[in-house]
Each structure stands twice: as structure tokens, then as C-alpha cells.
């Protein structure tokens, strides 16, 4: 299922009952099952609101009501909310994986250089400040012109800042 997907779909003559019940089980399914495909991880979000558009007609729905020649079965049982049940958990994934991806953006730029060492052996690469290096990196800029006045060097189109200078002391 991580190169495909796998679309459910319940249909039938629903009681309200039924119908709330039935959203309830795919929707915790999904919870869970959703996120795992590459491209399910992106449509998951579209169905759970497209289904979350849905309730309202769900719940409009007629109660349900014995049949006139006494053949009714009786309503599915319409369980927890979604918001009680252990597969909510399964909405964890998205959201740490965005959390994730928010935390990389803000910690993960070229900022986080400030404080490192470089070395130039023959090619640019960050060391450890114990070891043989070219300098410390003091600052990240737009260009060499930019650098603080203190900076005895420069490294420019270092793959992590591309596009920018570390100034080096």
C-alpha cells in the first residue's frame, strides 16, 4: 500500500444511526491507515474533509424505525466519537511530520553555521573546531561586501548556505 492506494466506500439505504456509525468506522480506519502511501499521505487530508463535509447530511438522516412487516434489524451500534477512540492517535503521524518539517525550517538554515569551523581540504566542508580548520564561521551573508568588519575570510557556495557567504575568523 505505499505505492498505491486503496479507496473504501460504504453505500446503502442508512438509518441515521447506521449512517453516523459507518462514518465513524472508515473515518477511524483512516486515522490510521491513511497516512502510509506516499500519495495517500497527501489525498488523506482532501478525504477526511470531504467526509467531515458529509456528517451534517449524515445526521439528517431518518431515525430508525421497525419495518411494517416486522423484517427490521436492528441499527449498527454507533460506538465512540472519533475523538474518543484510540485511533485518533493515528493523527499523530501528519502532525509530528509537520512539526517536524516546521522545526527543519526554522532551525535547520544556514544560520546554524554561526559557531562551526571550516576546513578546505580541497573541498569546503565543516569540521570539528578540534581538529586542523581554516576558521570559525561568525556570520552568514548576501555577499563577501557583507561580512563583519572582524571576518579575516570567506567561503562562498558552501552547499548548506548555497547562494550565500560564511565569514570566517
Not at 518539517?101 to 581540504?121: E, Y
Request: proline residues 10%; positive net charge; hydrophobic residues 45%.
Amino acid at each position: 500500500m505505499i505505492l498505491l492506494m486503496q479507496f473504501l466506500k460504504a453505500q446503502g439505504p442508512f438509518c441515521r444511526d447506521c449512517g453516523i456509525a459507518v462514518f465513524r468506522t472508515m473515518t477511524s480506519r483512516t486515522f490510521v491507515q491513511g497516512w502510509w502511501g506516499f500519495f495517500s499521505f497527501f489525498i488523506t487530508p482532501i478525504i477526511l474533509l470531504i467526509n467531515f463535509s458529509l456528517v451534517p447530511s449524515v445526521r439528517r438522516l431518518p431515525a430508525p424505525m421497525p419495518h411494517p412487516d416486522g423484517r427490521s434489524v436492528q441499527p449498527m451500534p454507533m460506538g465512540k466519537p472519533l475523538y474518543l477512540r484510540p485511533t485518533i492517535a493515528g493523527l499523530l503521524v501528519p502532525l509530528a511530520l509537520f512539526g517536524l518539517f516546521v522545526v527543519s525550517i526554522f532551525t535547520g538554515g544556514p544560520q546554524t553555521l554561526v559557531g562551526q569551523c571550516v576546513a578546505a581540504n580541497p573541498q569546503v566542508h565543516m569540521v570539528s573546531c578540534e581538529q586542523p580548520n581554516q576558521g570559525t564561521v561568525i556570520s552568514v551573508a548576501d555577499d563577501k561586501d557583507s561580512c563583519p568588519a572582524d571576518a579575516t575570510g570567506w567561503v562562498e557556495d558552501y552547499t548548506p548556505a548555497r547562494g550565500k557567504v560564511l565569514c570566517v575568523r
